[in-house]
């Protein structure tokens, strides 16, 4: 296992996790911008990341794409492949990897709360856990996401006027801001800025339900008066939501924790719901893998590494290029 400058490279299968620049061969954990790039001949990735992957990136997708399901292993040169469940978005997988007796795990990014659109997060026992840490400092613990919807809900029974303009991100955040407000019990249709349509079409296409979706067509105000209105964060700071009638911005997000972030966005109501895991389920399944020893990459490297060594895993952090995060 090998740090490059096109990213983790798995040197005896000859193939690159998650790589920054275009490669010969890929192993892709999931469709997020800052995982998937486009232009690798060869990508291996599950049947629902692939999909997400034609869907944003058409012929950059991949040259070659091969579908493999959770628990289903290949051999790549002479490593042993295999993608477990991540929870973080639909199609998301960690990367087991097994060569001469040792079992690596590259987690992608994840988290281990309850999510209707995606698989579980499974734990697997390794000799070297690779782990994700965006939300890696003890402040970021993420509240019950269906507070969080409850706390839209009641802004929309207490301003029936006022169209509700959620900023979320197209893939992942938005259709599980969906699923937990219908879980919540609001049911009426949802009306979606043109970027989000979709991957909501793809996520029912996969069998995950979302109820009645409409175009947010800003031209009918009318009809938006006190309706839920999801667009992406961008849209949500211009003048596309300013042309809504006094709206309530708010704004989905693990960095709604940090208040003045959602000042800086002008956002009223902040909802705190996040994809990846805060520092409390990072901990956690730490304890669960079991693994000796572990490389933190991708966010707050430092505390998440003083952490495990304390508790006596080795522990370091890998700085990997070109992560900028998208769908926090
Ligand atoms: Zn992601
Ligand atoms: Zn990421």
């Not at 079409?201 to 209105?229: D, M, Q």
């Amino acid at each position: 296992m090998k740090v490059c400058p096109e990213g983790l490279y798995v040197e005896p299968g000859g193939f690159y996790v998650d790589p920054v620049r275009p490669v010969e061969r890929a192993v892709i954990t999931h469709g997020h911008s800052d995982h998937a790039r486009p232009g690798h001949a060869n990508v291996l990735a599950t049947s629902g990341t692939l999909a997400i992957m034609r869907q944003r990136l058409g012929e950059g997708a991949g040259g070659a794409q091969q579908a493999l399901e959770y628990g289903e292993a290949i051999r790549i040169g002479d490593v042993t492949v295999r993608l477990a469940p991540a929870g973080h978005v639909l199609g998301s997988a960690q990367v087991v990897l097994e060569y001469n007796g040792s079992r690596v795990v590259v987690s992608g990014d994840y988290k281990r709360t309850f999510d209707r659109t995606c698989a579980p997060f499974e734990p697997v026992p390794c000799d070297v856990f690779i782990t994700e840490a965006t939300f890696g400092l003890p402040v970021f613990r993420h509240p019950p996401d269906l507070g969080e919807v409850r706390k839209l809900i009641h802004s929309l029974e207490i301003f029936p006027e006022r169209s509700h303009v959620v900023g979320v991100y197209a893939l992942g955040k938005c259709q599980r801001l969906i699923t937990l407000l219908r879980a919540a019990g609001y049911d009426r249709p949802i009306y979606l800025h043109g970027a989000l349509e979709p991957i909501c079409k793809l996520y029912e296409g996969f069998g995950i339900a979302l109820g009645e979706l409409r175009p947010a067509t800003v031209a009918v105000k009318e009809e938006l008066k006190g309706a839920l209105v999801m667009a992406p964060p961008g849209a949500v700071a211009d003048r596309w939501a300013r042309r809504l009638t006094d709206p309530v911005v708010a704004m989905a997000s693990g960095w709604m924790r940090v208040r003045q972030r959602a000042r800086q966005r002008g956002v009223e109501l902040p909802l705190v719901i996040s994809d990846h895991a805060d520092w409390d389920e990072l901990t956690q399944t730490l304890e669960d893998v079991g693994a000796p020893e572990v490389w933190v990459t991708h966010g707050r490297e430092e505390a998440l590494v003083h952490h495990a060594t304390q508790r006596g895993i080795r522990a370091r952090a890998l700085a990997l290029v070109g992560f900028e995060e998208e769908g926090a």
